[in-house]
C-alpha cells in the first residue's frame, strides 16, 4: 500500500515538475540570442583559480577531427559537468585530461593543456604520476576481478604509497569510507569486488580511485549503469568530494548536470558551444542550440 | 546395373516427388497458398522424405544382411559331406565358393560341387539384386503416393519434416556418443581379461616392464613383467620436458600477441605460429630422432656428458616445440577477451602497461590459462609419433633427461605391430595401457573444463 502511494505522489510530482519545465522552456524560448550556425564559444572559459588549463585543443581519430578548437579551465574544487548529444566530443575531451586516448590506436591530440605549469599533452611527458594525479571513474563500474580489499589496494601498491601492511589498511579503509562504502563492506573486504551490487560497484571503483589520492577526478556517464537510489548516493557522494577534488562529469541526464555541478559546459558536434554557471546554463542559455538541447528538442 | 544406380535413381525419383508434392500442395489449397498449414515447399519435402526414407532404410538393411542370406541358402544346397565339416573347413570351402565368384586365386583344383555352388551363388546374387531393385522402386513410389494422398489444407507437413530433421539430427550425434562408448567398453573388457592374467596391483605399481610371454612351454627368460610404473614416469618426464618448453614460450608469445603486437604484426604471426600445428607429428617424429637428437648427443659429448642418443630431452623438447601453438593459442584467446574495461581501470591509476598485464590482465585470464595448459598436457600424455621415433623403447626407471626412456603410448604401438595373438597377456597389456592413459587424459580434460566454466562465471 505504502508503495503505491509513494509512486502517485511520485507521479504527481513528477507531472508538476515537467508542467514547470514546460513553462520555462517556452520562456526560454526568447532568451537565446545566438543563432544555430555560429560555432564560436558561448561565454567565459576560464576561471582564476584554475586547476587545469586547457586550451586550443583537437583531437583526430585517424581522418576523423572528432574535436575542434576547444579551450576551457578546470577550477579547483568545482564539479564541472560536460553535456550534450551522443558522439559529441564530451567523452573524448575527458579522456584528454588524463591522457587516456593514447591507449586508442590512431587517436591524435593538439593544443595546449596545462596542469602544474606543465603541458601534460606533451609526448614527453610520464603518463604513470599524471594518472595518478588525474583520476577516472568509467561508465560501466570495472572492479578488478580480485577482493574488495585488493582493488583498493591496487592503486597505492603500484605506486609504493604505503610503507608496510599497516599503512596500506590504513589507505584501504578511508578509501572506502570517504566513498561511502566502508559500512557495506566491511566484513567482506575478502571478497570478489565482481560480487557486490551496481551500485556499490561503482563507489568500489571511485574508492580506488581516491585511494592514489588524485587531485581531479573525471567520470565518464557515472550513473548511467546505475538505478536511481544509486544515482543519489554517487550524487551525494560527489558533493563530498568536491571539498577536495576537482571533478570533471560527462553526462546524459540533465538533471543530473543541474543537480550536481558548478558550471556546465554543452559540447555539440565536436565544437564547445557554451560554458557557464549550471544555473544560467540551465536558466537562460544564449545559444540557441544549447537551448534546443536543455528543452529536449534533441538529444 | 551397380547398386549404387539404384541410389541414383531413387535421388531422382525423390526430386520428382518433391515437385510433385509442391504442386499437389498448390491444387489442394486452389490457388490460395496462404490457406495451407505450411509453405508448399514443405508438402514437397514431405513427400520426397516418404519416397526416400523407406527405400533407403530397406536398401541398407539388404546390404548388410544380402551375403549372409546368400551364403546359408548356398551352404543348404551343399552336398551332405561338406555341410557336416567342422566349423573351420566349413569357412575354408565358404571363401572358396566366394573367391570363386569374384574370380579371386582359386586353389588348383576345384571339385564340380564347388563349381556349381559358385554358381549357384552367382545366380542368387543377380536375383538378390533385381529384388532389391524393384523393392526400392516400389516403396519409393509407393510412399510418394501415400505422401501425395495424404496433402491436404490442414496436413501438418513443415512440423513432420522438422521433426524427421529432428530425428537425423538426434541420430548423428548420437553416433558420436555411443562410439566413443563402444571404444571406451571394449578397451575395458580386454583390459579386463588383462587383469585377469596378471593382477591389477602388479600391473600399476610393478616396478620393471618386460612384455615377452612364452610362446611354447619351457621357453627359457619369457615369464613377462607388466610393472606399468616405468612407463608413466617415462610419459611424465617427457610431458614435463615438453611443458618445461611450451608453457613459457608459448604463454609469452600469446602476451606479445594479444597486447603488444600491432594488429598487422598479430594477424601475420598468429597463423604462423599456427602452422606449427598443423605440422604432422611424424615429421616432428624425425625431425627428433634425426636432427635434434644426434646435435643434443654431440652437445653432450662436447661437455663430457653422455647423452644416449635416443633421449627423452630430445623427444621432450620437440614435443614441446609442437605444443607452443596450443598454449599460446588458447592464451591468446583468453588474455583477448580480457574487457578492455579492466585495462582501462588499470592505465586510469597510473599502472604502466607491465604492471597492467601482470597485476591485472593475466589474473583475470589465469584460469582460462591454466585449462588450456591442461589440454595441452593432455594433447602431450597422449602424443605417440614423436616420442615412438624419438624416445626409445627401453623401459628405463629413471628421472634422468639424458637417458632412454619409453612412454605408454610407445608401448602399445609396439605391443600391436606384428604378428600377436589375441588372448596373450602381451597384447592384452596394451588395452590396459589404453585404458589408464584415457582415464588419466579425461580427468586432465574434465578438470580443464570445470576450470574453463568457473572461469566464465567470473565477470559476466
Known amino acids: 500500500?505504502?508503495?503505491?502511494?509513494?509512486?502517485?505522489?511520485?507521479?504527481?510530482?513528477?507531472?508538476?515538475?515537467?508542467?514547470?519545465?514546460?513553462?520555462?522552456?517556452?520562456?526560454?524560448?526568447?532568451?537565446?540570442?545566438?543563432?544555430?550556425?555560429?560555432?564560436?564559444?558561448?561565454?567565459?572559459?576560464?576561471?582564476?583559480?584554475?586547476?587545469?588549463?586547457?586550451?586550443?585543443?583537437?583531437?583526430?581519430?585517424?581522418d576523423k577531427h572528432a574535436i575542434r578548437n576547444i579551450t576551457l579551465d578546470i577550477g579547483r574544487h568545482e564539479i564541472i559537468a560536460m553535456i550534450g548529444p551522443s558522439g559529441c566530443g564530451k567523452s573524448t575531451f575527458l579522456r584528454c585530461l588524463n591522457r587516456m586516448n593514447d591507449?586508442?590506436?590512431?587517436?591524435?591530440?593538439?593544443?595546449?593543456?596545462?596542469?602544474?605549469?606543465?603541458?601534460?599533452?606533451?609526448?614527453?611527458?610520464?603518463?604513470?604520476?599524471?594518472?595518478?594525479?588525474?583520476?577516472?571513474?568509467?561508465?560501466?563500474?570495472?572492479?578488478?576481478?580480485?577482493?574488495?580489499?585488493?582493488?583498493?589496494?591496487?592503486?597505492?601498491?603500484?605506486?609504493?604509497?604505503?610503507?608496510?601492511?599497516?599503512?596500506?589498511?590504513?589507505?584501504?579503509?578511508?578509501?572506502l569510507k570517504r566513498a561511502g562504502l566502508w559500512e557495506e563492506v566491511k566484513d567482506r573486504l575478502d571478497q570478489p569486488g565482481t560480487s557486490l551490487s551496481g551500485g556499490q560497484q561503482q563507489r568500489l571503483c571511485i574508492a580506488r580511485t581516491i585511494a592514489v589520492n588524485p587531485e581531479v577526478i573525471l567520470m565518464d556517464e557515472p550513473c548511467s549503469a546505475l538505478d536511481p537510489i544509486a544515482t543519489t548516493k554517487i550524487e551525494e557522494l560527489m558533493d563530498q568530494l568536491c571539498a577536495d577534488y576537482s571533478i570533471v562529469i560527462v553526462t546524459h541526464s540533465m538533471q543530473q548536470a543541474a543537480r550536481v555541478s558548478h558550471r556546465t559546459a554543452y559540447f555539440h558536434l565536436g565544437d564547445l558551444i557554451e560554458v557557464g554557471a549550471t544555473e544560467q546554463i540551465f536558466t537562460k542559455p544564449v545559444h540557441q542550440l544549447t537551448e534546443d538541447y536543455i528543452t529536449g528538442r534533441f538529444g | 546395373m551397380?547398386?549404387?544406380?539404384?541410389?541414383?535413381?531413387?535421388?531422382?525419383?525423390?526430386?520428382?516427388?518433391?515437385?510433385?508434392?509442391?504442386?499437389?500442395?498448390?491444387?489442394?489449397?486452389?490457388?490460395?497458398?496462404?490457406?495451407?498449414?505450411?509453405?508448399?515447399?514443405y508438402y514437397g519435402y514431405y513427400t520426397a522424405l516418404w519416397c526416400g526414407i523407406p527405400a533407403l532404410l530397406i536398401f541398407t538393411f539388404w546390404q548388410f544382411s544380402e551375403s549372409a542370406v546368400i551364403t546359408n541358402l548356398v551352404i543348404a544346397g551343399l552336398p551332405e559331406e561338406v555341410t557336416l565339416l567342422s566349423k573351420?573347413?566349413?569357412?575354408?570351402?565358404?571363401?572358396?565358393?566366394?573367391?570363386?565368384?569374384s574370380d579371386n586365386i582359386v586353389a588348383s583344383t576345384i571339385s564340380p560341387e564347388i563349381a556349381a555352388a559358385a554358381e549357384r551363388y552367382r545366380e542368387m546374387q543377380a536375383i538378390s539384386k533385381m529384388a532389391l531393385f524393384a523393392v526400392m522402386m516400389a516403396l519409393g513410389v509407393g510412399g510418394a503416393t501415400y505422401a501425395l494422398s495424404r496433402i491436404h489444407q490442414q496436413h501438418k507437413a513443415r512440423n513432420k519434416v522438422e521433426n524427421t530433421i529432428l530425428i537425423f539430427l538426434i541420430a548423428c550425434s548420437t553416433i558420436a556418443i555411443f562410439t566413443t562408448l563402444g571404444i571406451v567398453l571394449s578397451v575395458l573388457f580386454e583390459a579386463i581379461l588383462f587383469f585377469q592374467a596378471v593382477p591389477v596391483t602388479d600391473f600399476l605399481f610393478g616396478l620393471e616392464w618386460s612384455p615377452q610371454t612364452a610362446i611354447r612351454p619351457g621357453q627359457v627368460g619369457a615369464s613377462g613383467a607388466f610393472g606399468a610404473v616405468?612407463?608413466?614416469?617415462?610419459?611424465?618426464?617427457?610431458?614435463?620436458?615438453?611443458?618445461?618448453?611450451?608453457?613459457?614460450?608459448?604463454?609469452?608469445?600469446?602476451?606479445?600477441?594479444?597486447?603488444?603486437?600491432?594488429?598487422?604484426?598479430?594477424?601475420?604471426?598468429?597463423?604462423?605460429?599456427?602452422?606449427?600445428?598443423?605440422?604432422?607429428?611424424?615429421?616432428?617424429?624425425?625431425?627428433?630422432?634425426?636432427?635434434v637428437a644426434p646435435f643434443f648427443r654431440g652437445w653432450g659429448e662436447s661437455l663430457g656428458l653422455a647423452i644416449?642418443?635416443?633421449?627423452?630431452?630430445?623427444?621432450?623438447?620437440?614435443?614441446?616445440?609442437?605444443?607452443?601453438?596450443?598454449?599460446?593459442?588458447?592464451?591468446?584467446?583468453?588474455?583477448?577477451?580480457?574487457?578492455?574495461?579492466?585495462?582501462?581501470?588499470?592505465?586510469s591509476l597510473g599502472a604502466t602497461q607491465s604492471e597492467t598485464i601482470r597485476k591485472v590482465v593475466i589474473p583475470a585470464a589465469l584460469p582460462g590459462i591454466v585449462a588450456g595448459i591442461l589440454l595441452a598436457v593432455s594433447r602431450a600424455i597422449g602424443e605417440t609419433m614423436i616420442v615412438v621415433m624419438a624416445a626409445g623403447l627401453a623401459a628405463n626407471l629413471t628421472?634422468?633427461?639424458?637417458?632412454?626412456?619409453?612412454?605408454?603410448?610407445?608401448?602399445?604401438?609396439?605391443?600391436?605391430?606384428?604378428?600377436?595373438?589375441?588372448?596373450?597377456?602381451?597384447?592384452?597389456?596394451?588395452?590396459?595401457?589404453?585404458?589408464?592413459?584415457?582415464?588419466?587424459?579425461?580427468?586432465?580434460?574434465?578438470?580443464?573444463?570445470?576450470?574453463?566454466?568457473?572461469?566464465?562465471?567470473?565477470?559476466?
Open chain 1, 1 to 62: 500500500m505504502a508503495n503505491t502511494v509513494n509512486m502517485s505522489q511520485y507521479n504527481e510530482q513528477a507531472e508538476r515538475r515537467k508542467q514547470e519545465r514546460r513553462k520555462q522552456g517556452k520562456m526560454r524560448l526568447s532568451t537565446a540570442t545566438v543563432t544555430r550556425d555560429n560555432r564560436e564559444t558561448i561565454g567565459n572559459v576560464t576561471v582564476p583559480d584554475y586547476r587545469i588549463r586547457c586550451t586550443d585543443i583537437n583531437v583526430f581519430y585517424g
Open chain 1, 103 to 175: 591507449t586508442i590506436e590512431n587517436c591524435r591530440v593538439t593544443g595546449k593543456i596545462m596542469m602544474d605549469n606543465q603541458d601534460i599533452n606533451d609526448k614527453s611527458i610520464d603518463v604513470v604520476p599524471l594518472r595518478a594525479k588525474v583520476g577516472m571513474v568509467f561508465q560501466k563500474p570495472n572492479p578488478f576481478p580480485k577482493s574488495v580489499y585488493e582493488n583498493i589496494a591496487f592503486g597505492p601498491r603500484i605506486h609504493g604509497l604505503a610503507k608496510d601492511k599497516v599503512e596500506l589498511d590504513e589507505i584501504v579503509v578511508t578509501s
Open chain 2, 2 to 41: 551397380h547398386t549404387f544406380t539404384f541410389v541414383l535413381i531413387l535421388l531422382m525419383l525423390m526430386v520428382a516427388s518433391f515437385f510433385f508434392g509442391r504442386r499437389r500442395a498448390v491444387t489442394v489449397s486452389k490457388g490460395d497458398v496462404r490457406s495451407l498449414n505450411s509453405l508448399p515447399g
Open chain 2, 88 to 101: 573351420q573347413q566349413l569357412n575354408l570351402v565358404i571363401n572358396e565358393i566366394r573367391n570363386l565368384v
Open chain 2, 230 to 291: 616405468p612407463l608413466f614416469t617415462g610419459t611424465m618426464l617427457v610431458s614435463a620436458i615438453a611443458m618445461v618448453v611450451a608453457v613459457p614460450i608459448g604463454l609469452m608469445s600469446a602476451i606479445y600477441l594479444a597486447e603488444y603486437a600491432s594488429p598487422g604484426m598479430r594477424a601475420l604471426s598468429k597463423p604462423m605460429l599456427e602452422v606449427l600445428a598443423g605440422i604432422p607429428t611424424v615429421v616432428y617424429g624425425f625431425f627428433a630422432a634425426l636432427t
Open chain 2, 308 to 347: 644416449s642418443s635416443e633421449s627423452a630431452l630430445a623427444a621432450g623438447v620437440v614435443m614441446g616445440i609442437m605444443i607452443i601453438p596450443f598454449v599460446s593459442s588458447l592464451s591468446d584467446d583468453v588474455i583477448y577477451a580480457v574487457p578492455q574495461s579492466l585495462r582501462d581501470g588499470a592505465y
Open chain 2, 399 to 460: 628421472a634422468n633427461p639424458l637417458e632412454s626412456v619409453t612412454t605408454v603410448t610407445v608401448q602399445i604401438v609396439t605391443l600391436l605391430v606384428g604378428d600377436q595373438e589375441f588372448d596373450s597377456p602381451k597384447t592384452l597389456a596394451a588395452f590396459a595401457l589404453g585404458l589408464v592413459l584415457f582415464v588419466v587424459t579425461l580427468v586432465l580434460n574434465v578438470i580443464a573444463l570445470y576450470v574453463v566454466r568457473k572461469y566464465r562465471e567470473q565477470y559476466e
